[in-house]
């Protein structure tokens, strides 16, 4: 509370939480809601999050490839990740360790987008290395 924030968000549940925060001026995006957890995920949501600009994003994936970058199932959500990934300063992803090493068909972005990964105390050794040698910046939490 002692920083006053704007959040920027398509999904249903962040809304809810940050709806009565006072020192949040909360923007929705809204659209079609649909999956688990439910966000609003269609052409709506992603032009409506192209007429914002942030200093930093924070991201959810399906799939982080330290080589390839982040990957997707497919659209929707991956057109939606890389309109928040554009709009951004700093983009931000934040995975579980169980994320790494997941190719998916489809590439969000590559890695050099990316300012930070943030992940669990789980991540391998491997990983670590792995993203150090590829020059990603990662903090274990």
Request: with cysteine; net charge neutral; proline share 4%.
């Amino acid at each position: 509370p002692e920083k006053h924030i704007v959040v920027v968000t398509n999904s249903l549940i962040s809304a809810a939480e940050l709806s009565t925060a006072r020192h949040v001026d909360l923007f929705f995006v809204g659209g079609q809601v649909m999956g688990n957890p439910p966000s609003a995920l269609d052409n709506i949501a992603v032009n409506a999050m192209g007429q914002f600009h942030v200093n930093k994003a924070f991201v959810g994936v399906n799939g982080i490839n330290l080589k390839v970058g982040l990957t997707s199932m497919g659209t929707p959500q991956m057109d939606l990740k890389r309109e928040i990934i554009k709009m951004a300063n700093q983009s931000y992803v934040i995975a579980d360790s169980s994320k790494f090493g997941n190719s998916n068909l489809f590439t969000v972005c590559p890695m050099d987008d990316i300012y930070k990964v943030i992940t669990d105390t789980d991540v391998t050794k491997e990983i670590v290395h792995l993203a150090k040698k590829v020059k990603v910046d990662m903090d274990i939490v």
